[in-house]
């Protein structure tokens, strides 16, 4: 069975909340071991905060989302602060921009304020931050350029933004979640986005209770009905139409989500995420396991801050860690070298997959090229007299368009 890890859902969501503990079980039996669970303002915080005590595999997030940022009160991150107190084992997050029909509603300034100071927080308490952005790219971009960098990390939840985007956004710290958002998006368009997506930057989450993914087949689906109790303006309250979609005008994603053909009442389920991975799979042309492998381990590595529930779990593999760390040294330095060759960058990214496949396939190996970037505890390279710059001679082969060599260099050591 994979293990995944759903990087962002909301199960304290009041229309689910009363099912939470069976939605859980199911997910967590299906093979999902850890839910990122993203407050959205004050109102839920405390919620986020009870299910963390009493849920191991819920990552708490606190976040003011824009949609309610004019909700707030006026001690509202002095609240937050405390919560992250409180609450050591938590991340920021939800937090944004949105320019689309219903962020619109919302003063774009103050959004911009709330949204800066909590990822100015973020950066303070050193933790990642995830982020919803529609319709706000550029403002976005901008920011997180003044705040940046973010060496926690942060997360583009829902991200449904073009190939082109991608580098600028992976650069500052990035993460990109998938969800079955992405299942309105063109599937050619999804496909050269998800490529241009470096493989150590990638996450799956659900957006659970809200969207569901597409399927033609319902029996494939875990589907919830929401709780008829709950008043309407709380139902209609979903994000049914958010996610982080860059186009500036009529987005044919987003109207697909309207059109919809399942009722309203019809919510998502954090074991749907095995849909998302079959889907994100196929356009990677990866196997389910290898994704899998490779975004639960992301999201392993970028919940390890200090204070995290996984940082535990994480330790005890800590030997992994530090080489798959020393991989992705290897990959930045090739990251750079591709900047100089872009034309190639297509056979690179798919050069570097292989690479962290391999890596991923083999935990126990040791590159000596990557060892000589540190000085690990490895040492095996202390008798060679003058021992060569791998990044750059790695930079060195793919400038002079030695890929075969390169590739073989790297990956013969492993
Ligand atoms: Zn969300």
Request: a negative charge; charged letters at 20%.
């Amino acid at each position: 069975m994979v293990k995944l890890f759903d990087a962002h859902c909301h199960l304290q969501d009041p229309r689910i909340f009363k099912m939470t503990t069976q939605l859980i079980r199911t997910a967590l039996d299906s093979g999902v071991v850890h839910f990122a669970v993203n407050g959205v303002s004050e109102k839920d915080w405390h919620l986020v905060m009870q299910m963390s005590d009493q849920y191991p595999c819920i990552i708490p997030c606190f976040g003011v989302h824009p949609w309610y940022v004019a909700e707030r009160t006026p001690n509202w991150l002095n609240t937050l602060k405390e919560c992250f107190e409180a609450t050591p084992s938590a991340a920021v997050g939800e937090i944004g921009l949105d320019k689309g029909s219903r962020g619109r509603q919302i003063d774009f300034m103050d959004q911009v304020e709330i949204f800066r100071q909590q990822l100015e927080l973020a950066k303070e308490l050193n933790r990642p931050a995830t982020i919803h952005c529609v319709r706000a790219f550029g403002d976005l971009l901008q920011i997180m350029k003044s705040v940046g960098p973010f060496p926690a990390g942060v997360i583009l939840h829902s991200f449904l933004g073009s190939a082109e985007m991608v580098p600028g956004l992976a650069e500052l710290g990035a993460y990109f979640s998938f969800s079955g958002f992405l299942m309105s998006m063109k599937e050619s368009k999804a496909k050269r986005m998800l490529k241009a997506v470096p493989a150590e930057r990638i996450l799956l989450e659900t957006d659970a209770p809200d969207a569901l993914p597409k399927s033609n087949n319902l029996d494939s689906l875990f589907l919830v009905e929401g709780d008829a109790s709950v008043p309407e303006d709380i139902q209609a309250q979903g994000e049914n139409s958010t996610s982080n979609d860059g186009s500036p005008a009529n987005n044919p994603a987003e109207e697909a989500r309207d059109t919809s053909t399942l009722s309203k009442e019809i919510l998502n389920h954090p074991a749907n995420i095995h849909n998302i991975l079959s889907y994100v799979a196929s356009l990677l042309e990866m196997t389910k396991e290898e994704l899998a492998d490779i975004s639960y381990g992301n999201a392993m590595r970028l919940f390890s801050y200090e204070g995290s529930k996984v940082l535990k779990e994480g330790r005890s593999s800590h030997k992994f860690r530090l080489q798959e760390s020393k991989l992705f040294s290897l990959q930045d330095g090739m990251n750079s070298a591709s900047s100089m060759t872009q034309t190639l960058s297509g056979e690179l990214a798919d050069g570097q997959r292989k690479l962290l496949a391999l890596a991923g396939a083999n935990p126990k190996a040791v590159n000596p090229l990557v060892t000589q970037l540190g000085n690990g505890p490895f040492g095996v390279h202390e008798k060679i007299e003058a021992p060569l710059d791998p990044t750059k001679e790695l930079s060195r082969m793919i400038s002079e368009h030695k890929y075969e060599e390169a590739f073989t260099a790297a990956l013969q050591s492993m």
